[in-house]
């Protein structure tokens, strides 16, 4: 700014330089505690304090680092502020505070790009600068300039020879393969176009093929033909002499052949470095010439493909297509100065960037390349266009909107000054629009205490470690579903743990319970109130997470999920077991295979794992899960008023459930009845709130006879008239009412449930399968446990697959000792 010289006391050891004494070598750290010494001496000291403040260090060894005033290139940002600030304001941000917040403040004081390093690996810095001052910036392949050399080549093709009809590979130069009549044609009608272009020299390859086109041309053209071995056909080693379709069968992709040699044959890399040999050697040894080179198909195809800077890649795909030489075919070109690696193909990175010169138009000396690379968030921001080869190629990728800009990205907050401001910036440089529509903006993930994780603190979580136990799905679901996006997570194994059990653990034992009935496909799909509840909540979730995920709102969508699970597991499955028996199952096929379907994007193993299972019956299904469409919401299945009365009735059954507990009844022994009044706007009436298909869900799952809607009272309040013998229990617009007086009957029954949850028991210990029978066999002295046996006995059989009850302690291959509220019973099982 003002002009001043620019003089650097310290060297880049960071030692003081021998002008500056009397610390002239001194390591400028050793060197504080003197210099401040020598000011207090001359009472040029003001002020002594020591300040705790952030400052930088060596990343790989710790040490202090010393800023250092460098010359450097500059990208003059500040003039595109308003640019950026704008195309800012048409993405969509997840956190939404981060647009106008972290990265929005960012933009407002941005500062000019220092976009060069001095370092040796990186994108070299596309400058030219000569001595007088004149510069060049080379924006392509194409601002090289042409080989000060003035030479022309043109590459012809042999004609078709008899190794082209046998389809035979042949490298050996003692095979005496001519032209056959159509080849000789064919180079014929290639001389005469030739003989226009008023060749020099005619250099040919040795074999016979290649001997037998040039002196059909030197006929033509009147000049000799000079041979060189550097441009015979490719060594096929031990395939020479086979096929060409035995020596293609060798490769997978063409791309192999520049790496990957035959045995005692050769790479087309190999071939390439003695063919860019000879023509050097012509370049150096020639000026203003045109040159007839006479070879063959692979070795020009390989060099033309080089000599115009393809990759190796590029060059692959041309194999045989279009690009490729044909018999008789003739190629022009001459040279540019490109920069090539040892194997000569074009290579714009250091050291050979850096022996390329350019002719100064102003002095006519050579300019030079400066030494600086690119700062590496250059190669990140310009991702989107270089992917593409853009403005090169693909132009309609990126103009059109085929692949730009992206739907989404999804990085880290840190990001915000890096990759997410680079792509900004480079796509503004080249006054394009914003590169992504929308960006999850991610927090870091930190120690369970809350702490930045770190090796020195030893508080590092190995991913690999946890994806090895957990599985990578598990750590994925949990990194989606702990909190926020961008919110700080606090990782810690526990939570990990509990994922995996309350996400993939109960579905995976939905999956299992479905493979046990399976072959059960009685009765009519979707008749029942839970399998048209469930269906409604399937298709509610559908609606409810493709909504989500196209607003990338991921963690209330896996939410959703999660909870679709446990209701699926928790009240769908559990009071669906005895109906399963006979009917419902295609019903909780449905739903597993569309959940598979919701997963897949959010753990791709698991949902496929479960989608191969359901597979594994004869079906329509595809081969995988990642090869479905994403599922379709039907608003027809969703039926909004059962799934409400259906959340009531569950509500229901918590509040029954407590006054049992409070009572300390179990859940097994069976009472008399149950009320449910409902808190309804004034006029509704007091039925209709819980359907009444549902009504016998509630029964069977609070284990009462009857279960009875009743109006409110007082009107506006949820309130059950009180009565003897029944106990009620308040909860969010709803009261429920629980008989609790147990008749002697109902006392049966309960201990009727009981002996049936021991014996089931017992029928686990033994192994027994669902198609095993068995005896039963007692011994109790309480009488109401022997009428219970008397009155409730074939009930009991029924229920655990038994054949006959027998008083007193018989054989058994299982039994156990049972209290039932005081009374001691003793019961055994016998397989048949």
């Given at each position: 700014?003002l002009g001043l010289?620019?003089?650097?006391?310290?060297?880049?050891?960071?030692?003081?330089?021998?002008?500056?004494?009397?610390w002239a070598?001194?390591?400028?750290?050793?060197?504080?505690p003197?210099?401040?010494?020598?000011?207090?001496?001359?009472?040029?000291?003001?002020k002594?304090?020591?300040?705790?403040?952030?400052?930088?260090?060596?990343?790989?060894?710790?040490?202090?680092?010393l800023?250092y005033?460098?010359?450097?290139?500059?990208?003059r940002?500040s003039?595109l502020?308003?640019k950026?600030?704008?195309?800012?304001?048409?993405?969509?941000?997840?956190?939404?505070?981060?647009?106008?917040?972290?990265f929005?403040?960012?933009?407002?004081e941005?500062k000019d790009?220092a976009?060069?390093r001095e370092r040796?690996w990186g994108t070299?810095?596309?400058?030219?600068?000569?001595?007088c001052?004149?510069?060049?910036?080379?924006?392509?392949l194409?601002?090289?300039?042409e080989?000060?050399?003035?030479?022309t080549?043109?590459l012809?093709?042999?004609?078709?020879s008899?190794?082209?009809t046998?389809?035979?590979a042949?490298s050996?130069?003692?095979?005496?393969?001519?032209?056959?009549e159509?080849?000789r044609?064919?180079?014929a009608?290639?001389?005469?176009?030739?003989?226009?272009?008023?060749i020099d020299?005619?250099?040919?390859?040795?074999?016979?093929?290649?001997?037998?086109?040039?002196?059909?041309?030197?006929?033509?053209?009147?000049?000799?033909?000079?041979?060189d071995?550097r441009?015979?056909?490719?060594?096929?080693g031990?395939?020479?002499?086979l096929s060409?379709?035995?020596?293609?069968a060798?490769?997978s992709?063409?791309?192999?052949?520049?790496?990957r040699a035959p045995?005692g044959g050769?790479?087309?890399?190999?071939?390439?470095r003695r063919?860019?040999?000879?023509?050097?050697?012509?370049?150096?040894?020639?000026?203003?010439?045109?040159?007839?080179?006479?070879?063959?198909?692979d070795?020009?195809?390989?060099?033309?493909?080089?000599?115009?800077?393809l990759?190796?890649?590029?060059?692959?795909?041309?194999?045989y297509?279009?690009?490729?030489i044909?018999?008789?075919?003739?190629?022009?070109?001459r040279?540019?100065?490109?920069p090539?690696?040892?194997?000569?193909?074009v290579?714009?990175?250091?050291?050979?960037?850096?022996?390329?010169?350019f002719?100064c138009?102003?002095?006519?000396?050579?300019?030079?390349?400066?030494k600086?690379?690119?700062?590496v968030?250059?190669?990140?921001?310009?991702m989107?266009?270089a992917?593409?080869?853009?403005?090169?190629?693909?132009?309609?990728?990126?103009?059109k909107?085929?692949?730009?800009?992206?739907?989404?990205i999804?990085e880290?907050?840190?990001?915000?000054r890096g990759?997410?401001y680079?792509?900004?910036a480079?796509?503004?440089l080249?006054?394009?629009?914003?590169?992504y529509?929308?960006?999850?903006?991610?927090?870091h993930?930190?120690?369970?205490?809350?702490?930045?994780?770190?090796?020195s603190?030893g508080?590092?979580?190995?991913?690999?470690?946890?994806i090895?136990k957990?599985?990578?799905?598990a750590?994925?679901?949990y990194?989606?579903?702990?909190?926020?996006?961008?919110?700080?997570?606090?990782?810690?194994?526990?939570?990990?743990?509990?994922?995996t059990?309350?996400?993939?653990?109960?579905?995976?034992?939905?999956?299992t319970?479905?493979k046990?009935?399976?072959s059960?496909?009685?009765?009519i799909k979707?008749?029942?109130?839970l399998d048209r509840?469930?269906?409604?909540?399937?298709?509610l979730?559908?609606d409810?997470?493709?909504?989500?995920?196209?607003?990338?709102r991921?963690?209330?969508?896996?939410?959703?999920?999660?909870?679709f699970?446990?209701?699926?597991?928790t009240?769908?499955?559990?009071r669906s077991?005895?109906?399963?028996?006979?009917?419902?199952i295609?019903t909780?096929?449905e739903?597993?295979?569309?959940l598979?379907?919701?997963?897949a994007p959010?753990?791709?193993?698991l949902?496929e794992s479960l989608?191969q299972?359901?597979?594994?019956?004869p079906?329509k299904?595809h081969a995988s899960?990642?090869?479905?469409d994403?599922?379709s919401?039907d608003p027809?299945?969703?039926d909004?008023?059962?799934?409400a009365?259906?959340?009531?009735?569950?509500?229901?059954?918590?509040?029954g459930?407590?006054?049992?507990?409070e009572?300390?009844i179990k859940?097994r022994?069976?009472?008399?009845?149950?009320?449910i009044?409902?808190?309804?706007?004034?006029g509704?009436?007091?039925?209709?709130?819980?359907?009444?298909?549902?009504?016998?869900?509630?029964?069977?799952?609070?284990n009462?006879?009857?279960?009875r809607?009743?109006p409110?009272?007082?009107?506006?309040?949820?309130h059950?008239?009180?009565?003897?013998?029944?106990?009620?229990?308040l909860g969010s617009?709803?009261?429920?009412?629980?008989?609790?007086?147990?008749?002697?009957?109902?006392?049966?029954?309960?201990i009727?449930r009981e002996?049936i949850r021991?014996v089931?028991?017992?029928?686990?210990?033994a192994?027994?399968?669902i198609?095993d029978r068995?005896t039963?066999?007692?011994e109790?002295?309480d009488?109401a446990?022997?009428e219970?046996?008397?009155?409730?006995?074939?009930?009991?059989?029924?229920?655990?697959?038994g054949?006959?009850?027998?008083?007193g302690?018989?054989?058994?291959d299982q039994?156990a000792e049972?209290?039932l509220?005081g009374?001691?019973?003793?019961?055994g099982?016998r397989?048949?």
């Amino acid at each position: 700014k003002l002009g001043l010289p620019k003089k650097h006391l310290v060297d880049l050891a960071g030692r003081f330089i021998p002008e500056v004494k009397p610390w002239a070598g001194v390591f400028v750290k050793e060197a504080d505690p003197k210099i401040i010494e020598d000011l207090e001496k001359r009472g040029l000291l003001y002020k002594k304090e020591i300040i705790r403040h952030t400052y930088p260090f060596c990343w790989r060894c710790d040490t202090p680092l010393l800023y250092y005033a460098k010359e450097s290139w500059f990208v003059r940002m500040s003039k595109l502020r308003d640019k950026m600030i704008k195309a800012n304001q048409g993405i969509n941000w997840i956190p939404t505070h981060i647009r106008d917040g972290r990265f929005g403040e960012w933009l407002r004081e941005v500062k000019d790009w220092a976009f060069s390093r001095e370092r040796y690996w990186g994108t070299p810095l596309p400058i030219w600068i000569c001595e007088c001052g004149e510069k060049k910036v080379v924006g392509g392949l194409a601002d090289f300039p042409e080989s000060s050399s003035g030479n022309t080549y043109y590459l012809l093709r042999h004609g078709e020879s008899e190794t082209n009809t046998k389809n035979i590979a042949s490298s050996d130069i003692s095979k005496p393969y001519r032209l056959t009549e159509k080849g000789r044609s064919q180079i014929a009608e290639a001389a005469k176009k030739l003989k226009k272009e008023k060749i020099d020299l005619i250099i040919s390859s040795d074999y016979p093929r290649t001997k037998e086109t040039s002196k059909i041309v030197s006929k033509t053209l009147k000049l000799p033909v000079a041979y060189d071995q550097r441009i015979r056909e490719m060594n096929f080693g031990e395939y020479d002499e086979l096929s060409v379709s035995e020596f293609k069968a060798k490769f997978s992709h063409e791309l192999e052949r520049f790496d990957r040699a035959p045995a005692g044959g050769e790479t087309l890399k190999d071939v390439l470095r003695r063919e860019m040999e000879f023509v050097q050697e012509l370049e150096e040894k020639y000026r203003g010439k045109k040159f007839l080179l006479v070879g063959h198909g692979d070795p020009w195809w390989v060099l033309e493909g080089a000599i115009k800077g393809l990759s190796t890649r590029q060059i692959a795909e041309q194999w045989y297509t279009e690009d490729y030489i044909g018999h008789g075919g003739v190629r022009k070109f001459r040279m540019r100065d490109f920069p090539r690696d040892a194997d000569g193909f074009v290579d714009l990175h250091r050291p050979y960037i850096d022996t390329t010169k350019f002719h100064c138009p102003k002095c006519g000396e050579q300019m030079s390349r400066v030494k600086e690379v690119a700062d590496v968030w250059f190669d990140s921001g310009s991702m989107p266009f270089a992917q593409h080869h853009y403005p090169f190629e693909n132009k309609k990728q990126i103009e059109k909107g085929e692949a730009f800009p992206a739907d989404y990205i999804s990085e880290a907050i840190d990001q915000t000054r890096g990759w997410f401001y680079t792509l900004l910036a480079v796509s503004t440089l080249l006054e394009r629009e914003a590169p992504y529509k929308n960006v999850i903006c991610l927090g870091h993930v930190l120690d369970a205490k809350g702490q930045k994780m770190s090796k020195s603190r030893g508080n590092v979580v190995d991913p690999f470690a946890m994806i090895e136990k957990y599985g990578a799905d598990a750590v994925r679901w949990y990194m989606y579903t702990v909190n926020q996006p961008g919110d700080p997570k606090r990782f810690d194994e526990k939570d990990l743990d509990q994922v995996t059990k309350q996400v993939f653990l109960i579905l995976w034992n939905v999956q299992t319970f479905y493979k046990t009935y399976e072959s059960t496909k009685r009765g009519i799909k979707g008749a029942h109130a839970l399998d048209r509840w469930i269906v409604s909540r399937l298709h509610l979730l559908i609606d409810q997470v493709t909504k989500l995920l196209e607003s990338y709102r991921v963690t209330e969508a896996g939410r959703l999920i999660a909870d679709f699970i446990t209701d699926l597991s928790t009240w769908y499955v559990r009071r669906s077991r005895e109906r399963f028996k006979t009917s419902g199952i295609e019903t909780l096929r449905e739903v597993l295979v569309t959940l598979s379907k919701l997963m897949a994007p959010f753990t791709p193993f698991l949902a496929e794992s479960l989608y191969q299972e359901l597979r594994a019956a004869p079906s329509k299904l595809h081969a995988s899960v990642h090869l479905e469409d994403w599922p379709s919401s039907d608003p027809k299945r969703i039926d909004r008023d059962l799934i409400a009365g259906m959340a009531r009735a569950r509500l229901a059954v918590e509040l029954g459930h407590a006054i049992r507990a409070e009572a300390k009844i179990k859940v097994r022994q069976p009472l008399a009845d149950c009320e449910i009044a409902i808190d309804l706007p004034a006029g509704k009436a007091g039925k209709g709130t819980i359907a009444d298909d549902i009504l016998p869900i509630i029964a069977e799952e609070l284990n009462v006879k009857a279960v009875r809607l009743v109006p409110a009272l007082p009107a506006g309040r949820s309130h059950i008239e009180e009565r003897a013998g029944r106990a009620i229990k308040l909860g969010s617009g709803i009261s429920v009412g629980l008989s609790t007086a147990i008749s002697d009957d109902l006392k049966r029954e309960g201990i009727a449930r009981e002996i049936i949850r021991a014996v089931n028991n017992l029928r686990k210990q033994a192994k027994l399968t669902i198609a095993d029978r068995i005896t039963l066999s007692y011994e109790t002295d309480d009488s109401a446990v022997r009428e219970t046996f008397e009155t409730e006995g074939q009930k009991i059989l029924d229920a655990v697959r038994g054949e006959s009850i027998a008083a007193g302690k018989g054989k058994a291959d299982q039994g156990a000792e049972l209290d039932l509220a005081g009374a001691t019973l003793w019961i055994g099982i016998r397989k048949i």
